[in-house]
């Protein structure tokens, strides 16, 4: 599975964005979908999670209320809109996806097999 993010880039606080991540090949049922972030200097972060099979989310506390995720399973798409965006929102996103749906280690990039090339997110205060 390869997967293409996009959908990043510069906007105020406040404002909106959503990216997008595009995965070619075969997702199947079993599979965890998943947007992580890292900020400069920081560790790569769980951000939002769904799974394939049953649609099942999770987000970080920080997110909540204010990012959603979203699959496309006819496009092989998954989607985080997010709003309300700050200033502390501000670092590179990837995607990625794992090839289970267990909820123990969603939050953990080892677990993760695929990953896309990350999309800037910066939100200008």
């Known amino acids: 599975v390869q997967l293409q993010a996009s959908g990043g880039g510069l906007v105020q606080a406040g404002g909106f964005l959503r990216l997008s991540c595009a995965a070619s090949?075969?997702?199947?049922?079993?599979?965890?979908m998943t947007w992580f972030r890292q900020a400069p200097g920081k560790e790569r972060e769980f951000v939002a999670s769904v799974t394939w099979r049953n649609n099942k989310k999770d987000y970080v506390d920080s997110v909540k209320g204010r990012f959603a995720i979203s699959r496309d399973a006819a496009l092989n798409t998954v989607y985080l809109q997010m709003n309300s965006l700050k200033s502390e929102d501000t670092a590179v996103y990837y995607c990625?996806?794992?090839?289970?749906?267990?909820?123990?280690?969603?939050?953990?990039?080892?677990?993760?097999?695929?990953w896309g090339q990350g999309t800037l997110v910066t939100v200008s205060s």
């Open positions: 090949g075969t997702i199947y049922s079993s599979y965890t």
């Open positions: 990625a996806a794992k090839v289970d749906d267990a909820s123990w280690n969603r939050y953990g990039v080892t677990y993760y097999s695929y």
